[in-house]
C-alpha cells in the first residue's frame, strides 16, 4: 500500500475565541491503526438519522468500520449554534484526526478553533464566500468537502410552484438572513419572481423564536403559498413548518427530501443522502494522507423533484399532470 506522510497539528485550547494550535508528530497511515473522527452537528442525531446512516455506510463501503479501525466522537449542538465553537474545540481536545460537519455554521466553528485539523464540509452553503474555503477547485486550507451551491434552484423553484397552483400571484419566501447562501437562493427567486409577475413576501427568521412572527405575517399579508429556502434552521424546525403551512392551507415547496417526509407538498434540491454518503470518501482520503488544501470541492450531482398528492389531496390541490411526471417520485395518498 502506497504510504503517504503528513504532518498533523492540533488545537491545545481555546481562550476567548482564539485558536491556538499546537504540534504533533507527524502520522503515517496504518494498516493496523484506530483512527478518530469528529462529527459535529448543529442539531441532535434523532433530527435526521438517515443522513447518519448514509454517512456511516459511505464509511463502511470503503473499509471504515466503527470500533475496528475507527472511532467516531459525536458532539451534538441540539439546535444551539453558539454551542458549536465549544463543541468543536472539544474535539481538537481528544485529537482527533479529521472533523465532519454539515451546513456552514460547523465548519466554520470547527475553522474558529483550528486551521490544523482536516475538516470536512457537508452541504455548506456558499464556501468561498463564507469563507470556509479559498476556491472550490483549490481549497487552500484546512476544509474541503461538499457543497449546495446552487442558488439558480430559488427561482426554479418559484416555477415549479406556480406550475402546481395556477393564478399564484403572492408567495412567502421563508429564509434565514444570517445565511449568506440562502441570500443568495432569494436573490435568484426575485429575478425569477420578476419574470414570471409573481409578488413575493420576505419572511425572515434568524432564531427558532422568529418563526412564529414570520408565521404571523404570512397571514398577514394573504401569502398564496410558501417557499422555504434550505438551511440548518429550516429543517432542524420543519415539522413546525409543515404544520404551520397545512393549518394555514399553504402550498409550499421545499429544498429538502426531509420537508416532504414531514408532510411538505413538494420539494426540489440537492439530494443530501448522497451528500452524506459521498463524505465519507473525503475522510477516507484524508485518514490516508491527502491533505484538504488539495481536495477539490465538488457539487451537488443529483437533484430531485418529489411531489406529496397525500398533501395536495388535504389541501384541495390537482398536481397537473405533466408535472407530476416529471417528479422522480411521487408520495400517494
Known amino acids: 500500500m502506497h504510504v503517504i506522510s503528513r504532518r498533523r497539528f492540533l488545537t491545545a485550547f481555546v481562550i476567548a475565541w482564539a485558536p491556538l494550535g499546537a504540534a504533533v508528530e507527524a502520522q503515517e497511515y496504518k494498516a493496523g491503526k484506530v483512527y478518530r473522527v469528529g462529527l459535529l452537528g448543529s442539531v441532535t442525531a434523532s433530527t435526521a438519522p438517515h443522513l447518519l446512516q448514509a454517512f456511516r455506510q459511505g464509511l463502511r463501503d470503503l473499509g471504515w468500520v466503527e470500533g475496528r479501525n475507527l472511532v467516531i466522537e459525536y458532539r451534538w449542538a441540539e439546535g444551539r449554534l453558539d454551542r458549536l465553537t465549544d463543541l468543536a474545540a472539544d474535539l481538537v481536545r481528544l485529537r482527533v484526526d479529521v472533523i465532519v460537519s454539515a451546513g456552514t455554521p460547523g465548519p466554520a466553528a470547527a475553522k474558529h478553533v483550528t486551521r490544523t485539523i482536516p475538516i470536512v464540509m457537508v452541504a455548506a452553503g456558499d464556501p468561498v464566500s463564507t469563507g470556509l474555503v479559498a476556491s472550490l477547485a483549490r481549497p487552500g486550507g484546512n476544509v474541503t468537502g461538499l457543497s449546495i451551491m446552487a442558488p439558480e434552484l430559488g427561482g426554479k423553484r418559484l416555477q415549479l410552484l406556480k406550475e402546481a397552483v395556477p393564478g399564484l400571484s403572492r408567495v412567502g419566501v421563508l429564509w434565514n438572513s444570517h445565511n449568506l447562501y440562502a441570500r443568495l437562493v432569494v436573490r435568484e427567486t426575485e429575478k425569477a419572481a420578476r419574470v414570471t409577475g409573481v409578488a413575493l413576501e420576505s419572511l425572515e427568521v434568524r432564531v427558532p423564536e422568529d418563526f412564529e412572527r414570520a408565521f404571523e405575517d404570512a397571514l398577514l399579508r394573504q401569502v398564496g403559498a410558501l417557499i422555504a429556502v434550505e438551511d440548518s434552521l429550516t429543517i432542524t424546525h420543519r415539522t413546525w413548518i409543515v404544520d404551520f403551512a397545512a393549518k394555514s392551507r399553504l402550498p409550499a415547496i421545499y429544498g429538502f427530501r426531509e420537508f416532504v417526509d414531514a408532510g411538505g407538498l413538494m420539494m426540489y434540491g440537492a439530494d443530501l443522502r448522497d451528500l452524506f454518503r459521498r463524505s465519507a470518501t473525503y475522510v477516507d482520503k484524508i485518514l490516508k494522507g ?20 397525500k398533501t395536495a389531496k388535504a389541501l384541495g390541490l390537482t398536481i397537473p399532470p405533466p408535472l407530476l411526471l416529471r417528479a422522480d417520485q411521487v408520495i400517494d395518498p
Not at 294 to 307: R, Y
Request: aromatic residues 4%; hydrophobic residues 45%.
Open 290 to 309: 491527502a491533505e484538504p488544501a488539495d481536495l477539490s470541492v465538488e457539487q451537488p450531482t443529483k437533484f430531485e423533484l418529489v411531489i406529496n398528492l
